[in-house]
């Protein structure tokens, strides 16, 4: 049986933690353990009369096929659709606490009543933690969200592919948005166009920060973009939880100088920071590279430059920290954000995102990244 | 100052539940308290990092001036792009335990560390809590999910609007995806349509069962609808965190007559329902008036009838037990489910929601409750 990921990383990383089982029920790690099943009805909002929607994968370490899945007994009918490949399934009746009861059950029969086990802390309801806790006196409940994170850290080619696909999807929409957009427009119409373009991809809309310079307000609000000022949207979507974030740049009519040299800077530094980008760096010296690079302009003052990980979650692993040892692998996924908060411009910033290869890194989403000019007249 | 919520009744529901504050941190209760903010970044999304977002919205008992709102330091501008009307502000650093931090310290301030807390524990992260449980240790932390849904019970003028809005979108919707939809055309597809016809009506997509008669699989699958067979679209959507959810039939071509008897009867029982609905009528005789008129039909033996509250989330307050003698009120929305699941036709049903009024009801988003044909031809 091919399982969507890499069992055997799961398997290391769980003896490193000293785990005898994870049990992951996020939506983002329940889609990355079943590879891409979550209960449709519930995958946009999972609260309902007193309490929410909860599922559970566990998978005990060193013995995956023993894998079980908690849901609803009306998950049944998507399940087969969907082939989930988790053999040992418990139903039980809608909420968190019945939810933790059935994981309990399960983690009965796997004769795993002792020693730890790896729940996402920031993610587990109060009251199923109650309940594992109360069920199970002499487990040890620690937090497995930092080893989720490194689960996920290499894309596989399955993922890369899904990554592109939203990069795309979300670089095309913020580019129809701003098409779409005309003079006096508020930044929060400009918001709903990029949310209604994704729609119109299949992508699930995240966010979009549209920010009017000069100015720095990036909440959508009733603030206009007006003819001469910049504009940035600043935008996230989804596709099966793997999420896309791109920044890109407008202007109604032609803009000004500075703009234009703040634009070019964003480029440029992107550029000698991806130039870095490849199997076996250190991730600190992307970091160096992208600070060094925006340090080398009159307006460096109002430069930041930020590169994180992204996948299912944003800012998972590798983490860029300047002590950090840590090296790029191939198929890690960076974004690179060079912004200029310039006083009499306006938030000028470039976000995208990069495959890491064996000799270089390929760029997801590169589209739209000169300026998107919308006419004055219309 | 005017706010959002009828104050006089959250003071009375938290001294009946002897509660001193409220502590909730829900989007849809974070949205209620606060007339509708809420951070728009992670507004469809919390996960970052090794944590997720979380925001705090305290009011102390009978102090509703001394309220105060937890959340992160970025969300400044947004705040008073849109007036948030909570004048006590903590900011706390991104993640779940620095937020608990963020509230332990507001909690201090107005005195509230012993005594009773009700928070949202089948929601609340279970970190936070122990974050809470560490630094307030002579507080009794318990769950006012129960009072907040009570809150929330009767809708004001202002939030029938919303759902008003929000259920013409989704039948709107609804009616838009038949009428996109060919023979062949997977489920998977129509619900996809679904979706996206929510996003041009700035309706945001929650879900969509759509099943293809005779069968019962409601998921979106690769199962195709062809010619003669009938189809439901029972899809939900929402406006700030206010649910629609409806149900409507289709047919490729002319339905067969017992399909056309279900759906007659789905819509008779749906009016005997309907006619009974006023303020003061206890919620047991609706429940008895629906489960009786569902079975006067020689095909009864496959019927089903549901009602349920509805607002920010379904099956709130009030609840429809046979054992309840709760009356009805003015400003409550319920939604009402018709449903014959019968082997031959498929699974054939009618959901509308009715806001009551002090001499009957009105139905929301009524609109293409008849059968919705497509041709067998294009």
Not at 354 to 366: I, R, S
């Amino acid at each position: 049986m091919k399982l969507p990921f890499d069992t055997a990383k799961l398997d290391r990383l769980m003896a490193e933690a000293d785990l005898g089982l994870v049990l992951a029920h996020t939506r983002h790690n329940v889609r990355y353990l079943t590879g891409g099943y979550y209960y449709h009805f519930h995958a946009n909002s999972t609260r309902m009369s007193r309490s929410q929607y909860l599922a559970f994968v566990g998978i005990p370490r060193g013995r995956v096929q023993e894998a079980f899945y908690v849901g609803r007994a009306e998950e049944h009918g998507q399940m087969e659709a969907e082939s989930l490949w988790i053999p040992g399934r418990i139903e039980a009746v809608r909420g968190t606490v019945t939810a933790a009861e059935g994981a309990v059950k399960a983690i009965g029969r796997l004769g795993l009543t002792s020693g730890r086990i790896g729940v996402e802390m920031p993610f587990l309801p109060a009251d199923a933690w109650l309940a594992l806790r109360k069920a199970l006196p002499k487990v040890d409940i620690v937090d497995a969200t930092p080893l989720l994170n490194e689960l996920r850290a290499v894309k596989s080619d399955e993922e890369l592919a899904i990554l592109r696909t939203v990069y795309s999807g979300v670089a095309e929409s913020i580019q129809a948005a701003f098409r779409g957009s005309r003079p006096g427009d508020t930044t929060r119409e400009i918001a709903r166009r990029a949310e209604r373009e994704m729609a119109e991809r299949d992508v699930s809309f995240l966010f979009a920060f549209v920010c009017a310079g000069p100015g720095f307000l990036r909440a959508p609000s009733s603030i206009t973009w007006e003819p001469g000022q910049v504009l940035h949207i600043d935008a996230g979507g989804t596709l099966r939880d793997y999420i896309a974030d791109i920044c890109r740049m407008g202007c109604i009519g032609e803009p000004g100088p500075l703009a234009k040299e703040l634009h070019a800077a964003c480029l440029e530094v992107q550029a000698m920071v991806r130039a870095g980008i490849r199997a076996g760096v250190p991730c600190r010296d992307i970091l160096w590279t992208g600070e060094d690079a925006a340090r080398r302009y009159s307006f460096s003052r109002y430069a930041r430059f930020v590169v994180h990980s992204i996948g299912m979650v944003a800012y998972e692993q590798p983490e860029f920290s300047p002590d950090s040892s840590r090296t790029l692998e191939q198929g890690m996924v960076l974004s690179v954000e060079t912004d200029f908060l310039h006083p009499e411009v306006g938030h000028v910033k470039i976000e995208d995102a990069v495959a890491v290869g064996e000799t270089g890194c390929d760029g997801l989403g590169d589209t739209g990244r000169e300026w998107q000019i919308v006419s004055v007249t219309r």
